[in-house]
């Protein structure tokens, strides 16, 4: 199964059990049983039949506007979802002790994972020990930590120092990090790392939708007035090997430049065709298969991420340990 991603200017309707998208005078037919979720960029044309279709088989809609910010989802009736595990996800996160057992899972994923890409760019001659023996010195210093506002303290110190490494692995002045700024990003790669985690949160929410667990109920983000919370906290553990990793490939390889990009409303996007090429690139790097010790056999990362949620429903049914997956 596949996601298909939708830009501006199309229709897109049920015919018979088919997916109908069209694009000026070109209609194409997509078997609904391929689809996994759809994310749509810019305006496109859909009624509340084809709607209905998608809820009926399943699948999420993610939108995104013209300049890639996410904007919302459509999604589908809960068919799996679990009243008791719902109360077991509220019990937990109101449980400040068990919430912080959860919470540090995270923390601890995202790190080990950034610690690992940067391990793989040392490998190859990129000058980044120092930041590796910082982030692993700011490590240690999670399980002392006893609320999730110190926790998130840590967590941002770590990303701070991961985030100094990335012009070392990069040496393109085209695309100089500085500092991280969203809403808008003011540089280039500020804008792939946005987009990158926009792209995250969504595809983390889709496999979501695959489980029994409540989307809704996060535990390092705040579970609040937010639509979805849970999707977030997992995203952590997997960007740095995603989304960061395709950011890389694509500066470092030159499939991206600086013409994939504008400036407006005082800040950098992705054009069209930026966006395409991330979008290839990052299908590309979810795609990828590896071995999974737990399991002894290969799983594409979109498969791993799912499992990253079932170990949340073992732990918070049968109180099995929580061990994020390291690459």
Known sequence: MKTIYVFSGCTMKRKDN???????DTTKYLPVTQIRDIKVFGNVTLNNRFLNFLSDNEIPVHFYNYYGYYTGTFYPREHLNSGYLILKQATYYNDEKKRMEIAKYFIYGAA???IGVLNYYKSRKKPVGGVINKIVELEREIKNME???TLLG???NIRQKYYEAFDKITENAEFEFNSRSKKPPKNKMNTL???GNSLMYTTVLTELYKT???ARIGYLHETNFRRFSLNLDIAEIFKPVIVDRTIFNLVNTRKISPKHFTEKLGGVFLNENGAKIFLEEYEK???TTVKVESIKRNASYKGIIRMEAYKIERHLIDGESLKAYKM
Do not use: C, P, Q, R
């Open 18 to 24: 088919t997916i109908a998208y069209k694009t000026g």
């Open 154 to 156: 840590i967590e941002g």
């Open 112 to 114: 080990n994972n950034m």
């Open 147 to 149: 609320n999730i506002n």
């Open 212 to 214: 029994h667990l409540d």
């Open 193 to 195: 790392i946005s987009f």
């Open 285 to 287: 790097h979810l795609e």
